[in-house]
């Protein structure tokens, strides 16, 4: 089955500073790459998401970057703010039915 | 807006029992997961559903059962619950075709004593 690295599992950072966590998965045939954000004692919530055919997409502060090639994706976040502080989870489909496999999560802290 | 709802925030129940967790949506979504949440272990799929009465093995179904007679109720069972199924359990439903987002429910903590 698919199998997905992410690192950091932890990551501090200050207010205003930029955040980069990365992920890998092992299935070419992957086409699919949402990312997750779960704020304390609150359910995982869609921020945003890549196709395959994409490279590149951003959402105000927040950009997601894949490389096929390479088989890795990675979440950047600009001009932190302290309610950016949670665990965000890095997913990836393969196949249909929608079924994606999340990597174990990055804590990040953005220190004010 | 998709709600999904849990049928408990809070579980406790002994080694041995049978445990029924349930997801509930409001919405005409086909696909419905099961996963658990660990720390340092992320969100790991236990079984999904892609239509009434069918039903897919996720990552980690030993121990688990599920069950989904109509369309907006997908159950969990632990058959005999164990220690070393302590943990967060989350509920996700999601649309079929183009949109992917999964939206999850608020969790059932069970513990199991």
């Known amino acids: 089955g698919e199998n997905v690295e992410q690192h950091p599992s932890t990551l501090s950072v200050q207010e205003g500073d930029s955040a980069v966590i990365k992920c890998t998965y092992s299935d070419s045939a992957s086409n699919y790459f949402p990312w997750y954000k779960q704020e304390l004692g609150k359910r995982p919530q869609l921020i945003i998401d890549i196709r395959s055919n994409v490279g590149e997409k951003k959402d105000q502060r927040i950009a997601v970057t894949l490389n096929k090639t390479a088989k890795h994706f990675s979440l950047h976040i600009t001009e932190t703010q302290p309610e950016d502080s949670a665990v965000y989870f890095c997913a990836v489909r393969a196949g249909g039915y929608q079924k994606v496999t999340f990597g174990i999560g990055t804590k990040l802290q953005v220190i004010p | 807006d998709v709600k999904v709802t849990q049928s408990s925030r809070y579980l406790v129940k002994r080694t041995g029992e049978k445990v029924f967790l349930e997801c509930v949506q409001d919405?005409?979504?086909?696909?419905m997961f099961w996963y658990r949440q660990d720390p340092g272990l992320g969100l790991r799929l236990i079984y999904f559903?892609?239509?009434?009465?069918?039903?897919e093995k996720g990552d980690i179904p030993e121990g688990y059962s599920v069950s989904r007679e109509k369309k907006e109720r997908f159950s969990l069972i632990l058959e005999s619950a164990s220690t070393n199924q302590t943990s967060m359990y989350l509920c996700a439903v999601g649309a079929s075709g183009s949109r992917n987002e999964q939206f999850f429910g608020p969790g059932t903590r069970l513990t199991v004593l």
């Open positions: 919405m005409d979504h086909e696909n």
């Open positions: 559903s892609y239509d009434v009465k069918m039903k």
